[in-house]
T-cell receptor
Framework: RKEVEQDPGPFNVPEGATVAFNCTYS??????FFWYRQDCRKEPKLLMS???SGNEDGRFTAQLNRASQYISLLIRDSKLSDSATYLC??????????????FGKGTKLSVKP | GAVVSQHPSWVICKSGTSVKIECRSL??????MFWYRQFPKQSLMLMAT?????????EQGVEKDKFLINHASLTLSTLTVTSAHPEDSSFYIC???????????????FGPGTRLTVL
């Protein structure tokens, strides 16, 4: 089983739509979680950290369910500029590796006019 | 957010040559930097963790003699791909972790990446 699994998509949605991405992680020892976005042929950029209490940043809401080892990202009122690949990331704080990040393959989002 | 630069942004070289990639943290000191590799349509794969003043820690399956890492200062880490071959062609990305407490624990900021093509 992959350490971090995501639906690769693509998700094709119209502008203004609400879209949700899900992600599961395999190691219960992971402690920190993030969503990054990556544009084509560019480096990943941190979108937001994910906390158990849930957190919101403008149109973006992230949730973490430790019991189910499940992470989600909700994007409301999608914009054309939201088109990118969204990477689910867990930190690897076990086996002597502190703070190493494990990336999912990413979920591709395409927002159409 | 923090700024990390990488140089060069792209390089094309002949098989058998060595290529050095630099990663710099521009507005913070990074005791730890990370080197990743990403093949087309694949996830980022951690190659090694670079610690200032000590030897790098390599992930399983990554040849330390082929991918030489030097973290000589708190703002610079270099990755040298020795005797590069076509299968080493990939997108190499570094990241740096700011000191604990700044920007949040475990946050990493990425350089813009280096696209290596080995002919």
């Amino acid at each position: 089983r992959k350490e971090v699994e995501q639906d690769p998509g693509p998700f094709n949605v119209p502008e203004g739509a609400t879209v949700a991405f899900n992600c599961t992680y395999s190691n219960s020892a992971s402690q920190s979680f993030f969503w990054y976005r990556q544009d084509c042929r560019k480096e990943p950029k941190l979108l937001m950290s994910v906390y158990s209490s849930g957190n919101e940043d403008g149109r973006f809401t992230a949730q973490l369910n430790r019991a189910s080892q499940y992470i989600s990202l909700l994007i409301r009122d999608s914009k054309l500029s939201d088109s990118a690949t969204y990477l689910c990331v867990a930190s690897k704080n076990y086996g002597g590796s502190q703070g190493n990040l494990i990336f999912g393959k990413g979920t591709k989002l395409s927002v159409k006019p | 957010g923090a700024v990390v630069s990488q140089h060069p942004s792209w390089v094309i070289c002949k098989s058998g040559t060595s290529v050095k990639i630099e990663c710099r943290s521009l507005d913070f000191q990074a005791t730890t930097m990370f080197w990743y590799r990403q093949f087309p349509k694949q996830s980022l794969m951690l190659m090694a963790t670079s610690n200032e003043g000590s030897k790098a820690t390599y992930e399983q399956g990554v040849e330390k003699d082929k991918f030489l890492i030097n973290h000589a200062s708190l703002t610079l880490s270099t990755l040298t791909v020795t005797s590069a071959h076509p299968e080493d062609s990939s997108f190499y990305i570094c990241s740096a972790r700011p000191p604990a407490g700044r920007f949040g624990t475990d946050t990493q900021y990425f350089g813009p990446g280096t696209r290596l093509t080995v002919l």
